[in-house]
C-alpha cells in the first residue's frame, strides 16, 4: 500500500538547444573578452536557440524526463513549469507541454520566481501532490533567455544562455525524499531585476507599447547571495535535523561560480562538493538547476540507487531565494 504522503523523484531529463556559442563568438558581436567573461564568471560557453521557443525546449525535455520512467503521460496529474521567458502570457508553457505530451488529466500552469523558479515549483508541486487524487506530478524549468536579453549591454548579454529540463516526482511508499525547505522573497530590491515591463496603454493612456528588456544589479545580487544562501542553506541542515557533513552534493543556482565558492568557503565545505557546470552554459535562470541535476543523474553521481543528502539552492530576480534538502537515491 502506497503511503499517501510520501514524495520521490522518479526521473530527470533536459533538453539543450544544438548552438554553442563561445565567449570568443561573443567578441565578434560586442566588446567583451574570454578571459572578462571566464574570470568574473566562471562561462565559457552557453546554447542559444535558433528560433525554437520556451516551450518547445520544454517539451523536448518533458519527452526526456518520462523516457527514463515507467510512467505514461496520462498518469500525470499536474505540470508545472518554472520560467521567466514564457512564449506569451497565453496559453501557459505547461499547457503546450500538456498538450504535447498527451498529458490528458493534468491541470497545468507556469509559475515566475526567476532564477529560483524551479526550486519554488518543486516546492510548490510536492505539496500539491501529497493531498492530490493522483501520483505524479512533471515540473519542468525553461528558458529562452535570450530573447530578454539586451544585446547591446555588455554586462548582462554574457552571462545568460537557453535551456530546459526537470524532473518527475510522484507518491511512494518508500521513505520521503523532501526533508526541509527554506524559500523567501523580497521585493524591496525587486528593482534590481527587471524584465519584460510592460506599461499600461489603453484608450484611457497612451504610453510606451515596447517591452523592456533584461536590466540587473550585478554587485546588488551578488552582495544579496552571497549573505542570504549560506544561512538559507544552514537553515534547511538545522530543520533537517542533519550535519553539514552529512550532505553528499550542494547544487547551488549556476548564475557565477564566483558565488559558487564564497558560499562553499563561507559553509567551511570542500568545492568538489559544489558541482559546477556554469562554464558549459552559462546562466539559464529557471533552468539551471535541473540541467545540473540531470547530468548528475545521467553521469550515475546522484539518483543511482544510494541513498544521498542533497541541497538544491536558488537565487535570482524578485528578489526570490530558496533551498531544499532532499533524501535521494
Ligand atoms: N566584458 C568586459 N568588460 C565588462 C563586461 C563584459 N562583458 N561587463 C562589464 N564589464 C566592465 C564594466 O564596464 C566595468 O568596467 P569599469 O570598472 O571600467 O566601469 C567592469 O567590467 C566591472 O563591472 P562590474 O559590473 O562591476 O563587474 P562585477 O565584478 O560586479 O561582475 C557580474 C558582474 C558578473 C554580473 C556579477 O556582479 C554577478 O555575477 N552578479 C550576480 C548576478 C546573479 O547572480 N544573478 C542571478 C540572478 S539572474 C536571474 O534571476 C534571472
Redo the contacts with the bound molecule.
Keep these: 500500500m502506497m503511503d499517501k504522503n510520501h514524495v520521490k523523484i522518479y526521473s530527470t531529463g533536459r533538453y539543450i538547444p544544438p548552438n554553442r556559442v563561445s565567449n570568443h563568438d561573443l567578441t565578434s558581436w ?4 574570454d578571459e ?2 571566464v574570470k ?2 566562471g562561462i565559457r560557453s552557453r546554447y542559444l536557440s535558433r528560433g525554437d521557443n520556451t516551450s518547445d525546449l520544454c517539451i523536448k525535455a518533458a519527452h526526456n524526463v518520462l523516457e527514463g520512467s515507467h510512467v505514461n503521460a496520462d498518469e500525470i496529474g499536474l505540470i508545472i513549469v518554472a520560467t ?1 521567458s514564457p512564449d506569451g502570457q497565453s496559453p501557459s508553457v505547461a499547457s503546450k507541454v500538456q498538450s504535447a505530451i498527451q498529458a490528458g488529466q493534468a491541470m497545468a500552469f507556469d509559475m515566475n520566481a ?3 523558479g524551479f526550486v519554488y515549483a518543486l516546492s510548490t508541486a510536492e505539496k500539491i501532490l501529497r493531498h492530490a487524487p493522483y501520483s505524479y506530478a512533471l515540473v519542468l524549468g525553461g528558458e529562452v ?1 535570450s530573447k530578454e536579453i539586451d544585446w547591446t549591454d ?7 544562455g537557453d535551456g530546459a529540463a526537470g524532473v518527475l516526482i510522484g507518491k511512494t511508499d518508500e521513505s520521503d525524499q523532501f526533508i526541509s525547505e527554506d524559500l523567501h522573497a523580497n521585493g524591496d530590491k525587486g528593482e534590481a ?1 527587471t ?1 519584460g515591463n510592460r506599461k499600461v496603454d489603453n484608450p484611457l493612456i497612451q504610453s510606451d507599447k515596447s517591452v523592456s528588456y ?1 536590466t ?1 544589479d ?2 546588488e ?2 552582495n544579496f ?1 552571497t549573505r542570504s544562501i549560506p544561512d538559507s542553506i544552514q537553515k534547511v541542515i538545522e530543520d533537517g535535523e542533519t550535519e553539514i557533513e552529512d550532505i553528499d552534493y550542494f547544487l547551488l ?1 549556476q ?2 561560480a ?2 559558487i565558492e564564497i558560499v562553499a568557503k563561507k559553509l567551511k565545505r570542500p568545492i568538489e562538493a559544489f558541482p559546477m557546470n556554469i562554464q558549459n552554459y552559462g ?1 539559464t ?1 529557471a533552468a539551471s538547476l535541473p540541467i545540473l541535476l540531470d547530468e548528475l543523474a545521467k553521469d550515475r553521481t546522484v539518483l543511482n540507487g544510494k541513498k544521498q543528502k542533497i541541497i538544491l539552492s536558488a ?4 528578489l ?1 531565494w530558496g533551498t531544499l534538502l532532499l533524501e535521494i537515491n
Aim: charge should be positive; include cysteine; aromatic fraction near 10%.
Design positions: 560586442m566588446d567583451t573578452s572578462w567573461i568574473r564568471t521567466m526567476a532564477c529560483s533567455m555588455r554586462k548582462t548579454a554574457v552571462l545568460f531585476l524584465s533584461l540587473m550585478g554587485r545580487i551578488f547571495v543556482h548564475a557565477n564566483r558565488i546562466n535562470s537565487f535570482g530576480g524578485g526570490t
